[in-house]
C-alpha cells in the first residue's frame, strides 16, 4: 500500500470515525437513559398514538381554541366548556389558564391557583383584538413552555389564555444527558484521533525514525547493524534500497581494508625481492672496486652476475608497471582474429628448449582444425609465458612434465586452454586466491618474485571476456585453464560441424 494511499484512508477516517463515534455514543447513551425517555414516553402519553392521532386530537382542541377567541370569546366564560379542552388537552400534560382583566378566571387541575402572580398577564396591544406569543417559565422548580393568547372579550375587556406544556420530564432527561454528552463525545473523538495517530505514525514515522537510526549509526562507523525494511509502500522500498546501500558499503570498506593490507604485504614482498638483486649487485661491485676480480676471466664473470641482477630487478619494475595499467584499465589492447592452436604451437616450440634446460619436458595437445579467438597477441603471450614460467619454478621433480592442451570449451561460445604439470602442487588454503590482487604465500605458484605473475595473467584473461582458475593437488602437481571467446567465424564453424568429434594433433 502507497503513502498516498495510506494518507487518503488516514483523511477519510478522521472523517468517518467521528461521524460513526457520535452514532454509537448517541446509541449508548439512549439505552443508558432508556428508563428516563420510557417516564418522559409515559408523561405525554406518547405510546401507541399516531402522528394523526395527535393532529386529530390535541391540534384539533387548539384549533377551535383559537377560533373562538378570534370569533366568539365570550364563550369562554363557560367554565364546563374549558373543562372539556382541559381534559382533551390533559392527555399530553397541557393546561389551560384564563385571565380576564388580569383576574385568574380559570386554571386546570395540573396548574392550580398557583399560576396567579406568576404568569406574565399581558394586555393585548391598542387596537388589536387577537394576537399571541411564545413563554418559557418556571414554577416551583418545574419548567413551562407554551403560548400566551392576547384577544378582547365581547364588552371590551382583556383576555388571556394559556396553554401550557409541563416539559419538566424532557427537561430533567437533558440535564442527566448533556453532562454526558459533553464529556463521552470529545472523549471518544480523542481516543479515536490518538488511535489513528498512532497507526499513522506506526506506517510512517516509526520507519523513518529507524532510518535516521540507521544512518547515525553508518555515520559512527558501525555498518553491521542490518536495516529491516517491512511493508510493500515507498518507506518500505526506500528501506530495503537503504540496506542494499548499507551492504555495500559495508562491502567496500572491507575490501578497501583488504586492500590497505594486501599492498602493506606488496610492499614489504616487493622491498623483499628488490634487495636481493641490490644486495648482489653492490657486493659484486664492491668486489670490482676493491681489486677482487683481478683477471679478465673475472671480471667478465662479474660483469654478467650484475647484468643478470639488474635484469631482475627490470623485470620486476615491468611488472609492477604492468599490473598498475592493468588495475587502472590503461593498457591498451589491440585485438586480432588468430588461430588459437597455431599460436599455443609457436609459444611451445619458443620454451621448448628453455625447458629442457631446466630438465622440463614440455609438450602440447593441439585440435587439427583451426579455432579461432579474438586477442591481443602481444598480451596473450605475457598470459603463456606467465603460467609456464610459474610451471617452472615450482617443479621439484626430475622428470618435470608440462602438458598444453587447446580445445574447444563445453561452453558454447569459448575456447579452452589447460596448462597441466607434476609440480609440487598448490596448498589447499592457497588456492582459492592464487589469482587475488597482491595476494602472495610462500607455497603459492605465484610468478615472479613479486607475486604478481598470477595477478597479472588473471587480468588480461578477464580482459579480454574470458575466466581462469586452478584445479591442485600438494605433491601432485596442477592444472591452470583460462578461456577465450571464440571469433564470429569459429561459432559459425562449430554450429556446422556440431554432431562431430575433433581432431587433435600433439606437439612433441
Given at each position: 500500500?502507497?503513502?498516498?494511499?495510506?494518507?487518503?484512508?488516514?483523511?477519510?477516517?478522521?472523517?468517518?470515525?467521528?461521524?460513526?463515534?457520535?452514532?454509537?455514543?448517541?446509541?449508548?447513551?439512549?439505552?443508558?437513559?432508556?428508563?428516563?425517555?420510557?417516564?418522559?414516553?409515559?408523561?405525554?402519553?406518547?405510546?401507541?398514538?399516531?402522528?394523526?392521532?395527535?393532529?386529530?386530537?390535541?391540534?384539533?382542541?387548539?384549533?377551535?381554541?383559537?377560533?373562538?377567541?378570534?370569533?366568539?370569546?365570550?364563550?369562554?366564560?363557560?367554565?364546563?366548556?374549558?373543562?372539556?379542552?382541559?381534559?382533551?388537552?390533559?392527555?399530553?400534560?397541557?393546561?389551560?389558564a384564563l385571565f380576564r382583566s388580569g383576574e385568574l378566571r380559570?386554571?386546570?387541575?395540573?396548574?392550580?391557583?398557583?399560576?396567579?402572580?406568576?404568569?406574565?398577564?399581558?394586555?393585548?396591544?391598542?387596537?388589536?383584538?387577537?394576537?399571541?406569543?411564545?413563554?418559557?417559565?418556571?414554577?416551583?422548580?418545574?419548567?413551562?413552555?407554551?403560548?400566551?393568547?392576547?384577544?378582547?372579550?365581547?364588552?371590551?375587556?382583556?383576555?388571556?389564555?394559556?396553554?401550557?406544556?409541563?416539559?419538566?420530564?424532557?427537561?430533567?432527561?437533558?440535564?442527566?444527558?448533556?453532562?454526558?454528552?459533553?464529556?463521552?463525545?470529545?472523549?471518544?473523538?480523542?481516543?479515536?484521533?490518538?488511535?489513528?495517530?498512532?497507526?499513522?505514525?506506526?506506517?510512517?514515522?516509526?520507519?523513518?525514525?529507524?532510518?535516521r537510526q540507521a544512518t547515525e549509526r553508518i555515520r559512527e562507523?558501525?555498518?553491521?547493524?542490518?536495516?529491516?525494511?517491512?511493508?510493500?509502500?515507498?518507506?518500505?522500498?526506500?528501506?530495503?534500497?537503504?540496506?542494499?546501500?548499507?551492504?555495500?558499503?559495508?562491502?567496500?570498506?572491507?575490501?578497501?581494508?583488504?586492500?590497505?593490507?594486501?599492498?602493506?604485504?606488496?610492499?614489504?614482498?616487493?622491498?623483499?625481492?628488490?634487495?636481493?638483486?641490490?644486495?648482489?649487485?653492490?657486493?659484486?661491485?664492491?668486489?670490482?672496486?676493491?681489486?677482487?676480480?683481478?683477471?679478465?676471466?673475472?671480471?667478465?664473470?662479474?660483469?654478467?652476475?650484475?647484468?643478470?641482477?639488474?635484469?631482475?630487478?627490470?623485470?620486476?619494475?615491468?611488472?609492477?608497471?604492468?599490473?598498475?595499467?592493468?588495475?587502472?584499465?590503461?593498457?591498451?589492447?589491440?585485438?586480432?582474429?588468430?588461430?588459437?592452436?597455431?599460436?599455443?604451437?609457436?609459444?611451445?616450440?619458443?620454451?621448448?628448449?628453455?625447458?629442457?634446460?631446466?630438465?622440463?619436458?614440455?609438450?602440447?595437445?593441439?585440435?587439427?582444425?583451426?579455432?579461432?579467438?579474438?586477442?591481443?597477441?602481444?598480451?596473450?603471450?605475457?598470459?603463456?609465458?606467465?603460467?609456464?614460467?610459474?610451471?617452472?619454478?615450482?617443479?621439484?621433480?626430475?622428470?618435470?612434465?608440462?602438458?598444453?592442451?587447446?580445445?574447444?570449451?563445453?561452453?558454447?561460445?569459448?575456447?579452452?586452454?589447460?596448462?597441466?604439470?607434476?609440480?609440487?602442487?598448490?596448498?589447499?588454503?592457497?588456492?582459492?586466491?592464487?589469482?587475488?590482487?597482491?595476494?602472495?604465500?610462500?607455497?603459492?605458484?605465484?610468478?615472479?618474485?613479486?607475486?604478481?605473475?598470477?595477478?597479472?595473467?588473471?587480468?588480461?584473461?578477464?580482459?579480454?571476456?574470458?575466466?581462469?582458475?586452478?584445479?591442485?593437488?600438494?605433491?601432485?602437481?596442477?592444472?591452470?585453464?583460462?578461456?577465450?571467446?571464440?571469433?564470429?567465424?569459429?561459432?559459425?564453424?562449430?554450429?556446422?560441424?556440431?554432431?562431430?568429434?575433433?581432431?587433435?594433433?600433439?606437439?612433441?
Amino acid at each position: 500500500m502507497s503513502i498516498r494511499t495510506k494518507l487518503g484512508i488516514s483523511h477519510s477516517l478522521m472523517m468517518l470515525v467521528p461521524v460513526l463515534v457520535t452514532v454509537i455514543l448517541a446509541y449508548a447513551l439512549f439505552h443508558v437513559f432508556a428508563g428516563q425517555w420510557n417516564a418522559v414516553k409515559a408523561q405525554y402519553r406518547l405510546d401507541g398514538y399516531s402522528l394523526g392521532d395527535f393532529m386529530h386530537g390535541e391540534m384539533m382542541a387548539v384549533a377551535e381554541l383559537q377560533s373562538i377567541m378570534r370569533d366568539h370569546p365570550d364563550l369562554l366564560l363557560d367554565e364546563a366548556r374549558l373543562h372539556e379542552y382541559g381534559d382533551r388537552l390533559a392527555g399530553r400534560n397541557i393546561g389551560i389558564a384564563l385571565f380576564r382583566s388580569g383576574e385568574l378566571r380559570y386554571a386546570s387541575e395540573g396548574l392550580g391557583n398557583r399560576v396567579t402572580g406568576w404568569l406574565p398577564v399581558r394586555p393585548p396591544a391598542p387596537g388589536e383584538t387577537y394576537a399571541w406569543r411564545e413563554e418559557s417559565l418556571h414554577l416551583h422548580g418545574r419548567w413551562f413552555a407554551g403560548i400566551q393568547y392576547m384577544f378582547r372579550f365581547a364588552d371590551g375587556s382583556d383576555g388571556n389564555l394559556f396553554l401550557l406544556l409541563d416539559g419538566s420530564p424532557v427537561d430533567r432527561l437533558i440535564h442527566h444527558l448533556l453532562p454526558w454528552l459533553l464529556f463521552s463525545l470529545p472523549a471518544a473523538l480523542i481516543a479515536a484521533n490518538v488511535l489513528l495517530t498512532g497507526w499513522l505514525s506506526r506506517r510512517l514515522i516509526r520507519p523513518i525514525l529507524e532510518l535516521r537510526q540507521a544512518t547515525e549509526r553508518i555515520r559512527e562507523g558501525d555498518l553491521d547493524q542490518v536495516v529491516v525494511a517491512q511493508g510493500r509502500d515507498e518507506l518500505g522500498d526506500l528501506g530495503r534500497a537503504f540496506e542494499e546501500m548499507r551492504q555495500r558499503l559495508h562491502e567496500s570498506v572491507r575490501e578497501r581494508l583488504r586492500f590497505e593490507e594486501n599492498r602493506k604485504q606488496l610492499i614489504a614482498n616487493i622491498s623483499h625481492d628488490l634487495k636481493t638483486p641490490i644486495t648482489a649487485i653492490m657486493g659484486y661491485a664492491q668486489g670490482m672496486l676493491d681489486g677482487v676480480a683481478a683477471t679478465p676471466e673475472r671480471l667478465a664473470k662479474y660483469a654478467r652476475t650484475i647484468h643478470a641482477h639488474a635484469s631482475d630487478l627490470a623485470r620486476l619494475v615491468d611488472e609492477l608497471l604492468l599490473y598498475s595499467k592493468l588495475d587502472l584499465n590503461r593498457v591498451p589492447f589491440r585485438f586480432t582474429e588468430l588461430d588459437l592452436g597455431e599460436y599455443a604451437g609457436r609459444i611451445v616450440e619458443e620454451y621448448r628448449l628453455y625447458m629442457e634446460s631446466r630438465g622440463i619436458r614440455l609438450d602440447a595437445e593441439l585440435p587439427a582444425e583451426p579455432v579461432r579467438v579474438t586477442a591481443d597477441p602481444e598480451q596473450l603471450k605475457r598470459v603463456f609465458t606467465n603460467l609456464l614460467e610459474n610451471s617452472a619454478k615450482h617443479m621439484d621433480k626430475e622428470d618435470g612434465r608440462i602438458l598444453l592442451r587447446v580445445m574447444r570449451d563445453g561452453e558454447a561460445g569459448f575456447a579452452r586452454v589447460e596448462i597441466a604439470d607434476n609440480g609440487e602442487g598448490i596448498d589447499g588454503r592457497d588456492l582459492p586466491h592464487i589469482f587475488d590482487r597482491f595476494y602472495r604465500a610462500e607455497a603459492s605458484r605465484s610468478g615472479g618474485g613479486s607475486g604478481l605473475g598470477l595477478a597479472i595473467a588473471a587480468q588480461i584473461v578477464e580482459a579480454h571476456g574470458g575466466k581462469i582458475r586452478a584445479d591442485s593437488e600438494w605433491g601432485k602437481g596442477t592444472i591452470v585453464t583460462f578461456t577465450l571467446k571464440l571469433s564470429d567465424r569459429t561459432d559459425r564453424a562449430e554450429t556446422n560441424m556440431r554432431g562431430g568429434g575433433h581432431e587433435t594433433r600433439a606437439h612433441h
